[in-house]
């Protein structure tokens, strides 16, 4: 399947319309999120790496045509203007892993009007699914408050690839570890795993069970204790983890029930039979939520195993996100649908600590005391820089979100972060609005929407 044919056909035939009216003038698009979704008092910019990847091998080829001819019902001479058509723009974006607000441009496209329209799709795509999952790991970062936190997430995400995003966002954001081979592999992050309840059946018993796997496994390994009687199985776990003389490092692992009080009972029975040093992993449908409920109860769990909630988001599994052009051959431009009003022209972000942001313009000089966010990382359709080592962006992001204030980092309810807009953006936005007004729509008839989107 060809990537440039994965995306909506509206892109195609917008293209082919601006292609016929000779259309071809610069235009610049700003992709922003408009409102956060319930329980986040900020996001994550991820997916901007797979979005530079996808721009710089972009290609229209006559299969891409010929598959474009078919969906339209058209012969494939209709769709020949298309063959040949890369892209050749310059994208301006937040770096992958800072934090951003709800208004603020993730990234902005300035490209040849057909160009930038035909690229829409996966923008939008690679952008959505990967800030919203990496907002969604480092809320488990944050509720797990120093314990360890490890990726369990990829037998259930919506896709492999998608898989392979969830834990290289959990590298970016702080976790601990992934049970996803390719990927630990791929960053060099610690591969993580146990061993599943089919396994421990298919032994006469669990102690049978856990001496196979131990004496399988050289160094620390971890038994899952739940198949049967947890108690039952941590008592199992202590007798071969001292019969082998296997404790340091080792750990049991609980994966269902009140992991609370069984947390407490394995922790027990672990410290009654001398090994202080196993730990305990918890697993089992955990999201930030239920981390933080247990970490606040201050059970005896050392690390924590996300999976299906934290790689689908199943709280938000989705952001409001758009693609809108904001300027075109020069001319600023805005939409004035009522509740999803954008705002004009090429944009900054002016970064101020504690992420007190403000939205301006792209040629405003920096405010005092302000860092301007957005940064040009392709041009010409090629890249122009190089991303930051995953080490320092993982780095650059925790120092970012221990400066939020504390009411934005809050698990539950927490109070978004919101970001100004400068005076010129704001004058800008008026005159904009006052030509509309006079010259498409006439100003009795418009609509007197509230806030503006970034």
Do not use: W
């Amino acid at each position: 399947m060809s990537e440039t044919t994965t995306t909506d056909l509206y892109e195609v035939t917008m293209a082919l319309s601006y292609l016929r009216e000779r259309m071809t003038e610069p235009a610049t698009f700003s992709c922003f999120v408009r409102q956060l979704p319930p329980d986040r008092g900020f996001l994550v910019c991820a997916g901007v790496e797979s979005v530079l990847s996808y721009l710089s091998r972009y290609r229209v080829s006559l299969d891409d045509a010929r598959a474009f001819a078919e969906a339209l019902g058209r012969p494939v001479r209709d769709l020949m203007p298309l063959v040949g058509t890369c892209f050749t723009g310059t994208v301006r974006a937040v770096p992958e892993g800072r934090v951003v607000l709800a208004g603020e441009p993730l990234l902005e496209v300035t490209a040849p009007l057909p160009e930038a329209q035909l690229v829409e799709t996966c923008v939008l795509n690679h952008l959505s699914h990967q800030t919203m999952v990496a907002s969604k790991c480092v809320r488990c970062v944050l509720a797990a408050d120093g314990h360890a936190i490890v990726d369990f997430s990829l037998r259930r995400t919506h896709g492999t690839a998608a898989g392979l995003q969830v834990a290289r966002l959990a590298a970016l954001t702080g976790f601990a570890g992934t049970s996803n081979v390719a990927t630990a592999r791929a960053l060099n992050f610690p591969a993580v795993g146990t061993m599943a309840h089919s396994y421990v059946e298919a032994f006469e018993n669990e102690e049978a069970a856990f001496t196979a796997f131990a004496r399988c496994h050289p160094g620390p390994v971890t038994l899952l204790v739940d198949t049967y009687d947890t108690v039952s199985g941590v008592a199992a776990a202590a007798r071969v983890l001292r019969a082998l003389d296997r404790a340091d490092g080792s750990a049991v692992r609980l994966d269902s029930g009140d992991l609370k009080e069984l947390s407490f009972r394995a922790r027990a029975v672990l410290d009654a039979a001398g090994l202080p040093q196993v730990r305990i992993v918890a697993s089992g449908g955990l999201d930030e939520f239920a981390v933080h409920d247990l970490v606040s109860a201050k059970a005896p769990i050392d690390v924590y195993a996300v999976g299906t909630r934290v790689g689908v988001s199943a709280d938000a599994p989705y952001l409001d996100t758009a693609y809108k052009l904001v300027e075109y051959a020069g001319r600023p431009v805005m939409k004035l649908s009522s509740a999803k009003v954008t705002a004009p022209g090429c944009k900054q972000v002016f970064r101020r600590r504690g992420c007190a942001d403000v939205i301006g313009l792209a040629d405003e000089p920096p405010l005092p005391g302000s860092t301007p966010l957005l940064r040009t990382v392709l041009r010409g359709g090629a890249r122009c820089t190089s991303p930051l080592p995953l080490e320092d962006a993982r780095r650059q992001l925790a120092a970012e979100v221990a400066q939020l204030p504390a009411t934005a980092r809050e698990i539950r309810s927490p109070v978004p972060v919101q970001a100004t807009v400068s005076g010129p953006l704001a004058t800008l936005t008026g005159r904009v609005r006052r030509r509309i007004e006079r010259e498409v729509r006439g100003p009795s008839r418009v609509e007197r929407p509230g806030r503006v989107s970034g």
